[in-house]
């Protein structure tokens, strides 16, 4: 470490970890130590004078460590668990990117732990905005617009916050119509960023008004649940709801950038972390079966918001998504496999008028009944759905339709947005981690007795 240029490649190579003790602590545990040549024929005061000598020549080299432990307190498993522990905060600083390949219009996804405060730089380069008006919810707006807002400003850009009431009932007319209203107010021009932070309702409900506002103004997404960050916030997708269905009208208008905080998970009840990664989880079960494993190996410690894991799962969930959208940004083929889940799912929500389940709750329902309907259907190979189920009931996810009537849910299939004539284009599973989509009919996607509980094989918590 004393020779010249060995601590830069050290850290080239990896995290460099110093474990850090007082030269007493040192001395007392080389001892007499024949194999110790610089402290050989010392005595054990002559043995700490020379360790702080050594340990003054090269403080400056230890300092370049990535982590310090401390070591004079504990023993072995004591410094193995030290070192454990800091490796975590230290992966938990780290910042990841993922680039969403769309020509001129591509644009990256940071992903990290406490870095909302970092985001006003990052969002003035991109958008170039002067201006930005922030759409976010009350509990949201309260919690973090004022760190988002004091960032901004010190990048040089004017702040308006704009507040709607939060749930899925915001993603309407009247809602984007005061949005329109609160950005003529604030002198809003083709120059001014509109910046959603907050779930997937706002994401969706300010791309929407992004997209329509002076034919389409810079749009970024600061999302603060899971579920926005693992779904809504990537792609482009914005739109609002009709009385009869969901995202029924909408624009593909893509963000200049996705800025991810990991640190405002925390905030999130357990069931919020359930909701939200259930889009994760998904993105595992049509696209990479590695990811589904991983899953089936940490779930708790990422609904616990570990940071490697989290970290780790949340980049792979966004290089899917980022993959799937460069390949097929309108929804012509491939990333109609996103889907995956979402038929049977906004059924759901839409008889339930959204209330009563979560969306990640609908979407994890519409997993089990996809991944056994593709069983039935002779796509899937059997097995594949109760590993799905088991890992979502593990997440503490229901799994069991609600006990609607079967006419009910064809009727709110034959508006399905996704239908071609009297075809639904249905996602079902080839394999674990490989998707595909064939057109059936409602009737041919609920099987008989649907509704009834005797045809779905569901034994997970039904959603009450």
Known sequence: IAQPGAAQRLAQSGTVVYLRARPETLAARVGDDPNRPLLAGLDGAGRVARLRELLAARAAAYATASVTVDTDDVGVAGV?????????????????????????RSYPIRIGFDILDHAGAAIAERTKARRAAIVTVPEVGRRYAPRLERSLRAAGVATTRLVVPDGERSK??????????????ADADRGTAVVALGGGVVGD??????????????????P????????????????????????????????????????????????????????????????????????????????????????????????IKADVVARDERESGLRMILNFGHTLAHAIETLLGYRR???????????????????????APTGVADRIEALLQRAGLPTEPP????????????????????HVRFVVLRA??????????????????????????????RAR
């Open 403 to 422: 006990a609607l009537p079967r006419r009910a849910y064809l009727d709110a299939l034959r508006v399905d947005k996704k239908r071609q004539d009297a």
């Open 80 to 104: 193995v668990e030290r070192i454990r522990a800091a490796l975590a905060r230290e992966e938990g600083r780290a910042v990841r990117t993922v680039e969403v390949a769309l020509g001129e």
């Open 357 to 379: 389940l979560l969306h990640g709750e609908a979407v994890a329902i519409g997993m089990v009944f996809a991944a056994r309907r593709s069983e039935a259907l002779g796509h």
């Open 172 to 185: 309407s007319f009247r809602v984007a119509m005061q949005l329109y209203e609160g950005l003529l107010d």
């Open 224 to 319: 603060t649940t899971m579920l926005a960050m693992a779904d809504a916030s990537v792609g482009g997708k914005v739109a609002i709801d009709l009385p009869r269905g969901k995202n029924l009208v909408g624009a593909f208008h893509q963000p200049r950038l996705v800025w991810m905080d990991l640190a405002t998970l925390r905030s999130l009840s357990p069931r919020q972390r359930a909701n939200g990664l259930v889009e994760v989880i998904k993105h595992g079960v049509i696209r990479d079966a590695a990811l589904f494993e991983r899953f089936e190996r940490d779930v708790e410690r990422v609904l616990a918001l570990e940071p490697g894991p989290t970290l780790d799962v949340l980049e792979r969930s966004c290089e």
């Open 432 to 461: 674990l981690g490989e998707a595909d989509v064939v057109p059936l009919t409602p009737a041919e996607i609920l099987p008989p007795g649907f509704g009834s509980g005797r045809a779905t094989k569901q034994r997970g918590r």
């Open 205 to 222: 409900l300010a791309g929407f008004v992004a997209a329509t506002w002076m034919r389409g103004v810079p749009f970024v997404q600061v």
